[in-house]
């Protein structure tokens, strides 16, 4: 029996290893470079930023002690996407009144 608990515990280990590389994998196939768009420009620092609100739509995150670069909004996106929400619930309200 003990045998057989040693043989599953190297293979967890074994797995364990492998989990962050599938996710890395995963990760890099996901989040690729990408050129910039017409609405977007490259910074010094590589990351691409909005040509409205020159703040970045992509980001530097950690995960699996790797550097990735993923997307992430931009100030405009962001207030666009506040406003868009204020509008539902202005909505939301109305109809709950209405009925």
Known sequence: MED???KIAEVVFHMS????EAL??????LFTPKEP????????DGLLYCRSCHTP?????KLW???KIVPCLCRCQQEAMAEKKHQNELVGRQRRLGS
């Not at 290893?17 to 962050?20: A, S």
């Not at 768009?37 to 010094?44: D, K, V």
């Open 57 to 61: 739509v992509q980001c530097r995150v």
């Open 4 to 6: 057989a608990q040693k």
């Open 65 to 67: 002690g790797r550097d």
């Open 17 to 20: 290893d492998m989990v962050p």
């Open 37 to 44: 768009g017409e609405q977007e420009y490259q910074g010094e």
């Open 24 to 29: 890395n994998a995963a990760l890099d196939s």
